[in-house]
């Protein structure tokens, strides 16, 4: 089966940095998603790397090392709206996506 | 707003009740998913279908039915259900099955099985 890992819970400050953690282990690999879900509402697409390295999207930047099955996701200014569940997602195949079970930021004043 | 419509929203359902879900996407989408997300598990997929065919049907139970009669639109056909199977209930689509495309997912049901 598949294995994806990452924190449960995460508190940050408003205006700091939180870096999400997602360890895999997978028979496959074709590319990491990550995405953000606000309570009660749809899963939105925040990223994707499939090539070692950093993508950065503004406010967000989202890091691959294949070698070590390993990504974050990286959000900086935080704002309480960034206060959601993030999910990382790995294509292990043709087009299935696995995905851990979600970290919930909570952004205090 | 994503592009991708469910309803209902919230349904409550007692186990010798049959119901349906619907989603409908907007984007000219050629592939569609179901997915389960339990409190605290990871989102699982459940029914793959590309182009109205169905490319995955990963071990679901047969009291949950999938049909797709066009591209835009997938159902999810409840009988007989269990207690457990209480969940949200997501729909997605992406504009095909190819590995960098992104899946556009809708707000979800919440299914409550008494």
């Known amino acids: 089966g598949q294995n994806i890992d990452q924190p449960t819970e995460m508190t940050a400050t408003e205006g700091a940095i939180v870096q999400i953690n997602c360890t895999y282990q997978t028979s496959g690999f074709n590319g990491l998603f990550w995405y953000q879900q606000h309570a009660g509402e749809a899963p939105t697409f925040l990223s994707y790397n499939v090539l070692d390295g950093l993508e950065e999207k503004g406010r967000f930047s989202s890091f691959l090392s294949r070698s070590k099955g390993y990504s974050y996701l990286l959000l900086k200014e935080l704002q309480m709206k960034d206060s959601a569940s993030y999910l990382c997602a790995v294509r292990d195949g043709d087009y299935k996506l696995s995905f851990g079970a979600g970290t919930t930021v909570t952004v205090r004043a | 707003e994503t592009g991708v419509t469910q309803t209902p929203r919230h349904l409550v359902m007692g186990m010798t009740n049959k119901k349906s879900l619907k989603c409908e996407q907007h984007l000219g989408h050629n592939a569609m998913y179901w997915y389960k997300q339990s409190a605290k598990k990871p989102l699982e997929l459940m029914f793959v279908?590309?182009?109205?065919?169905?490319?995955e049907n990963n071990s679901v139970p047969s009291r949950f039915s999938p049909e797709c009669p066009n591209s835009s639109h997938l159902f999810l056909h409840l009988h007989t259900l269990q207690p457990e199977d209480s969940a949200l209930y997501l729909c997605a689509s992406s504009p095909g099955l190819a590995e960098d495309n992104e899946q556009f997912f809708g707000p979800g049901t919440r299914l409550t099985v008494l």
């Open positions: 279908y590309s182009l109205e065919e169905r490319v």
